[in-house]
């Protein structure tokens, strides 16, 4: 008997509906083929399939098996087939009737007739919302990611004998009720560093504030040991956590990765992540044959945090021009264009040389000016044009390292009071852009910035002048004016308006010194 | 010593097999077509149709049944072996045009009496 069983694919950030048809033959030699481009997870899920059935007591039927993937002609990838191809044979068995009204089937089966965390739940949800198919039967583990999608049915199974009880009508599986997005206020998460750790480097840690607050990108560059690194950590810290749009976008590229952990539904706490220098361009901005988002797209809506920036290869480098622009990143394969979202905060440390002591005043510099050119080749203008605020941090005198930690508490601002100006700043900035897509300053188009950005006379005079002057681009004088307003956002008196002591704040972590 | 009880077991099944075959209007050609290269447990021919069986018998059903031991390469195997008998026989190749693979599987019970016995025609893979 021919039975069809509704599940999903994915390609890139969107689900296609794939129907799993499951043929049982009665005559012919026996065994289980599964046709319709699958690739070797699938082609394993044979034996899941069968001794999962047999481990939950019910007898594999020794008769011709065709499974067909249909479209045939769409690649298949992933565990998730598992449940729809086990639905499906105990169907043409006649064992299990099928709900009546279209539902989604999907997860990947443990060989106790167990269902285990399956990736992609989320977005299997937003397809079933927008295709109209209104039950959905997903493993118990990854169901939570479902339930964030209001007005679809979200089965919670964890057992395979269990589905079968409860299609059958004899047991009863609850309906995970729909949850909603928890306020901006998911409390304070314990970070590495906190700022008040940090000593000294207070205009690093003001520069810190701005482009935590404004979404920009922001470059250090420093002597070794000067705190660099304690400076990225921490602003993971000061980070608000994401709004219920921005984390609808991350949640979709985290569940189609698998990095959900099991049982939680959306992420609301906003991506920071790292990369090593030894990371490839394709990890970094995705890709592979079926493309994959790569780490500029995991770091969405959130910091991506690359250190020993110069020691990254030319090309990988060079890679991320395009996504600092646009937000979004587009692959293209022989399978597809797939384009994912990549608007994320880029915060580069580097040192200034390679012996990494040029400028320093106590230690001498060894490289000749030869390596030196070298060095900072490495980082090209057009990249380097991409990065808002750039900021020297020296190294720390000892002085101030010895005078005792006891003084410092109360006067250096900790992590959580820094990270109250941002949100609140942040919450400015969501009111401006309601319904636009944008979250934050730096997200601004040109367009935009005509709309939103009240500049007062003086303050254009200054800007006009520095142009002039620095020989900036037309592309800096845009930035200028986006921090700018995220200086004016962050100031005591709220302003929306900027004024001229914002923007020659701005212009101080524009100019680079170097040396 | 478990290669003697494997041809012993063999044996049986052919025989087994050959009987259920003559049963069903089959006329026996060959049992246990040999050469170096392979073997074939029966050739057969009904309706003007030559046949190569490949003859799997099983003890109980703890490891598995035997139509899982007969998969593409075992098939492709008796295939090889069903060319080389025509090649082997030019006249046989001149009648019959076609050929056809079957399989005929026995589970025997607890108690050395057959408990199944199941004839596949025309196998393809």
Redesign the interface.
């Given at each position: 008997m021919l039975t069809k069983v509704l599940s999903a694919a994915h390609f890139g950030l969107e689900a296609t509906p794939i129907e799993v048809e499951v043929n049982v033959f009665k005559k012919?030699?026996?065994?289980f083929s599964i046709i319709g481009l699958p690739n070797k997870s699938i082609e394993e899920a044979k034996e899941r399939v069968k001794t999962a059935l047999i481990n939950s007591g019910i007898e594999f039927p020794?008769l011709k098996i065709i499974v067909n993937l249909a479209p045939a002609d769409i690649p298949k990838e992933g565990s998730l087939y598992d449940l729809p191809i086990a639905i499906g044979i105990l169907t043409s068995m006649e064992l299990v009737k099928q709900p009546e009204e279209k539902s989604f089937f999907y997860g990947e089966l443990s060989l106790d007739g167990g269902l285990r965390h399956t990736k992609g739940v989320f977005l299997l949800a937003l397809a079933a919302k927008s295709l109209g198919i209104k039950n959905l039967f997903v493993p118990k583990d990854s169901a939570n990611e479902a339930s964030v999608i209001a007005g679809i049915n979200v089965y919670p199974v964890s057992s395979l004998s269990e589905l079968i009880g409860f299609l059958n009508g004899v047991s009863e599986i609850k309906k995970l009720s729909h949850t909603v997005h928890g306020s901006l206020s998911t409390g304070y998460e314990a970070v590495e560093f906190d700022f008040s750790e940090i000593i000294g480097q207070e205009s690093a840690k003001r520069a810190m504030t701005i482009a935590a607050a404004g979404g920009h990108n922001i470059f250090m560059q420093g002597p070794p040991g000067a705190g660099k690194t304690m400076l990225a950590r921490a602003t993971a810290g000061i980070l608000p956590s994401l709004n219920e749009e921005e984390s609808l976008e991350v949640t979709k590229i985290y569940s189609l990765t698998g990095n959900i952990p099991p049982g939680e539904g959306l992420i609301t706490q906003r991506p920071f992540r790292t990369a090593h220098h030894t990371t490839s361009r394709i990890g970094l901005i995705g890709g592979g044959s079926d493309p994959h988002p790569g780490e500029i797209s995991l770091s969405h809506n959130g910091v991506l945090f690359l250190d020993e920036f110069p020691e990254f290869p030319r090309a990988t480098l060079e890679a991320l021009r395009q996504p600092l622009e646009d937000g979004k990143v587009s692959i293209t394969r022989i399978a597809g264009s797939v384009t994912f979202p990549s608007s994320f905060m880029l915060i580069a440390a580097s040192n200034p040389c390679p012996c990494g002591y040029l400028g320093d005043p106590k230690k001498e510099c060894k490289c000749t000016p030869r390596m030196i050119m070298k060095y900072q080749a490495k980082l090209s203008g057009p990249l380097m044009d991409r990065i808002d605020l750039h900021i020297n941090v020296p190294a720390v005198d000892i002085e101030k390292l010895i005078a005792g930690s006891e003084k410092r508490i109360g006067k250096t601002q900790n992590s959580k009071q820094i990270r109250d100006q941002v949100i609140k700043a942040r919450e400015t900035q969501n009111k401006r852009f309601k319904g636009l897509k944008i979250y934050t300053n730096a997200n601004m188009k040109n367009k935009h910035i005509g709309k939103f950005c009240d500049i007062d006379k003086r303050s254009l005079l200054l800007l006009k002048q520095a142009v002039n002057t620095y020989n900036l681009s037309a592309r800096t004088y845009f930035r200028l004016i986006k921090v700018s307003q995220t200086i004016a956002d962050l100031s005591p008196e709220r302003s929306r308006r900027i004024l001229p002591n914002h923007v020659a704040e701005a212009l101080q972590y524009r100019i680079r010194t170097n040396g | 010593m478990a290669k003697k009880f494997n041809r012993k077991v063999g044996k049986e099944g052919e025989e087994i097999a050959a009987k259920f075959l003559s049963g069903k209007g089959y006329k026996i050609l060959e049992r246990n077509y040999y050469t170096r290269f392979g073997e074939i447990d029966l050739i057969v021919l009904k309706n003007n149709i030559l046949t190569f069986v490949e003859v799997k018998l099983k003890h109980g059903e703890d490891f598995g049944?035997p139509?899982?031991m007969?998969g593409t390469s075992k098939l492709s195997q008796v295939q090889r072996m069903a060319e080389f008998y025509l090649m082997d026989k030019p006249k046989m190749a001149e009648i019959y045009k076609t050929y056809s693979l079957d399989?005929v599987c026995i589970m025997m019970g607890e108690d050395g009496e057959v408990g199944r016995i199941s004839h596949?025609e025309n196998?393809t893979f």
């Open positions: 012919g030699f026996p065994g020794n | 049944t139509e899982e007969i399989a596949y196998l």
